[in-house]
C-alpha cells in the first residue's frame, strides 16, 4: 500500500479489507506494550511482501469506529514508540490522524525494516496471517539472511580478514547476550555462537567474518584493524591548543570496555564542584559541567563519529570550556537547518548496541537534554559546529569560567577582553558575538556585557538591525 496521508478514502477502504495481513485493528488507546509488538511485526515482513502495514486506533474488530476522540498526548505516546529505544533496530514509524462522523482513526503506519531482525524488549515479533507471533529460530534466520542483502552502512559491513577469534566470545556471551535478547527466549536458544552474533548484526554468515559493529564492541584490538577508532583527550594549560598541555589520555579499548571508562574518568578527571555562597548563611554545590550532559555528548561523538576516517575523536579541555570533535558531519537527514530536531545514524547498529549497554537513554531527545542541563547547572548553551567539511564539534563553557571578572564589567582581564573585541570587529565589522565568544574564549553573556560598556564609553557602535548589521569602531 502506499503511503496514506492525506487520504481518508483510502482509510476507508482499509476498514472494508480488515482481512489483510497488513491491518490491525484495536479499540484501545493505553495498550502501549502491544501497539509495540505490533509495530515490530510490521517492521519485520517475515512474508517480504515490502509492503508497510497498519495499525488502526479506535477501530472495531468489524470495521466500525469505536468513537475515539484523539487528543494531542495520544498522539504523542503513539509517535514516541518510534525513539523510546525498545524497539531496536528503530522502526520507520508515521502517525496520522483521520476524523469521521462516528470518531476519528489514528493510523500508525510501519514500513519494513531493511535491517532485520527488529526487537521489541529483547523479542523478534513477527506477522503470521492475521496474527502476531514470536519468531523462532527458522524465522530469526530468515530474517537475518534478508538483513545481509541490504548491508549498507559502514558498521554492519563484514570487517575483512577478521574472523570469530578476533573478538571476546566470552564477553558477548556473558555480558551482552542477555540484555540484547528476553530471558526466556534466551533459555529456548539452541543457536551456534555464529547465529547469534549474525541475528544481532556482528557476524555475517555469508562471508563468515565478523562485522565492524562486532569488532567495534567486542574487538580483541579496535585500532590496529581501525586506525581512528580511538578517543585522544588533552587538558591544556591556558585557552587555547597552542597552550601547555597539563594532562593526556588516550582511549583505545573496543566499546564494552571503553565505554564505563570514560563514566569513570569524567567523575574523576572533568567534573569538579565547589561550594558557592548564595547568602551569608548558606552555600551550595557547584558543578563546572552537568556530567550527564558531557558524557551525553561525548557518547553522541562515539555513536555517529565516521569509523573509516583514520582521525580520533578529540576531547579538548581548556580552562574555560571543553571541546568534543568526531569525525563524520551531520549524516543522512539531518541538516544545518533542522539540526537537532532530525536526527539520522551512520552507525545503527552502534547505536543500538549503546541502548542495549544504558549508554542511550531515548533516541533523538539527547540535545533538547543536554540544552536542559546545562542551563539547569548555570552553564552557557553549548555552540554546536557543522559548518567545516567532515568534522562535528561542540563546545560546552564551564561555570568556572575565568572570565568571571569580564562579567562583572572590572579589572585587567575586562580591558583585554575590550581589546580583543574592537581588534575582533576592526578585521571583520560582520562578526557576531557568537563568533567573538568561541575566538576569545569567553560566554556570549560575558561579551555583550563588554559590547555594552564600549558602546556606552562611545568605542563602538552597531549600524543598521541588532542582528544583521556591522559594527564601526568610532576613532
Known amino acids: 500500500m502506499n503511503n496514506i496521508k492525506r487520504s481518508p478514502e483510502k482509510v476507508q477502504k482499509m476498514l472494508t479489507d480488515l482481512e489483510s495481513e497488513q491491518i490491525e485493528c484495536t479499540t484501545s488507546t493505553s495498550d502501549f506494550n502491544k501497539f509495540a509488538q505490533v509495530v515490530c511485526a510490521f ?23 469505536s468513537g475515539l476522540k484523539a487528543t494531542d498526548q495520544l498522539l504523542q505516546s503513539i509517535g514516541g514508540l518510534r525513539s523510546d529505544g525498545n524497539i531496536l533496530p528503530q522502526p520507520v514509524v508515521s502517525v496520522s490522524t483521520f476524523s469521521f462522523k462516528d470518531g476519528d482513526v489514528v493510523v500508525v503506519e510501519v514500513q519494513p525494516s531493511p535491517f532485520p531482525p ?7 515479533y513477527i506477522r503470521v496471517g492475521p496474527r ?27 570487517s575483512m580478514g577478521n574472523k570469530l577469534d578476533m ?14 535478547i528476553d530471558e526466556e527466549i534466551l533459555k529456548k ?4 555462537i555464529e547465529e547469534q552474533l549474525a541475528s544481532l548484526r556482528f557476524y555475517s554468515p555469508n562471508y563468515g567474518l565478523i562485522t565492524n559493529a562486532g569488532l567495534l564492541l567486542f574487538g580483541k584490538d ?40 570514560i563514566d569513570r574518568f569524567l567523575d574523576y578527571a572533568i567534573i569538579m564542584q565547589k561550594p558557592v555562597p548564595v547568602s551569608t548563611l548558606r552555600e551550595e554545590t557547584r558543578y563546572n559541567f552537568p ?100 568534522v562535528f564539534g561542540v563546545t560546552v563553557f564551564s561555570t568556572f569560567h575565568e572570565d568571571v571578572e569580564v562579567e562583572k564589567g572590572s579589572g585587567k582581564s575586562s580591558e583585554n577582553t575590550r581589546e580583543k573585541i574592537i581588534g575582533l570587529i576592526n578585521e571583520n565589522p560582520q ?7 568561541e575566538i576569545i574564549g569567553i560566554t556570549n553573556k560575558g561579551i555583550e556585557k563588554q559590547i555594552k560598556i564600549l558602546r556606552e564609553s562611545g568605542l563602538i557602535e552597531r549600524q543598521g538591525s541588532s542582528k544583521f548589521g556591522t559594527w564601526k569602531v568610532k576613532k
Open 222 to 261: 579496535v585500532k590496529y584493524h581501525l586506525p581512528g577508532a580511538y578517543i585522544r583527550y588533552v587538558k591544556f594549560d591556558g585557552l587555547t591548543v597552542a597552550d601547555h598541555p597539563i594532562n593526556e589520555k588516550v582511549f583505545t579499548a573496543n566499546l564494552f570496555t571503553l565505554l564505563p571508562e
Open 167 to 180: 573478538i571476546d566470545i566470552k564477553t558477548f556471551k556473558e555480558n551482552y547476550l542477555s540484555r540484547a
Open 431 to 437: 562578526i557576531t558575538i557568537s563568533k567573538m565568544a
Open 291 to 390: 556530567k550527564w550532559a558531557i558524557r551525553e555528548l561525548l557518547m553522541n561523538a562515539i555513536m555517529h563519529r565516521d569509523y573509516e576516517s583514520n582521525a580520533p575523536i578529540k576531547f579538548y579541555q581548556f580552562k574555560n570550556r571543553v571541546e568534543i570533535v568526531n569525525p563524520g558531519g551531520l549524516y543522512g537527514n539531518a541538516r544545518p537547518e533542522n539540526f537537532p530536531n532530525v536526527n539520522d545514524y551512520r552507525n545503527p547498529v552502534v547505536a543500538e548496541s549503546m541502548k542495549v549497554l544504558g549508554y542511550v537513554n531515548q533516541f533523538n531527545r539527547g540535545i533538547a537534554r543536554v540544552k536542559l542541563e546545562l542551563k539547569d547547572n548555570g552553564n552557557p548553551a553549548p555552540i554546536f559546529d557543522y559548518d567545516k567539511i567532515g
Open 118 to 124: 527488529v526487537r521489541y524488549n529483547g523479542r523478534t
Open 43 to 65: 517492521s519485520n515482513d517475515l512474508p517480504n511482501t515490502a509492503q508497510n502495514g497498519y495499525l488502526l486506533i479506535g477501530v472495531n474488530d468489524n470495521g466500525s469506529r
Open 132 to 158: 502476531k507471533a514470536i519468531a523462532n529460530e527458522m524465522e530469526e534466520r530468515i530474517l537475518t539472511e534478508r538483513r545481509a542483502t541490504n548491508v549498507s552502512t559502514f558498521d554492519v559491513r563484514p
Open 189 to 192: 536458544d539452541d543457536r551456534s
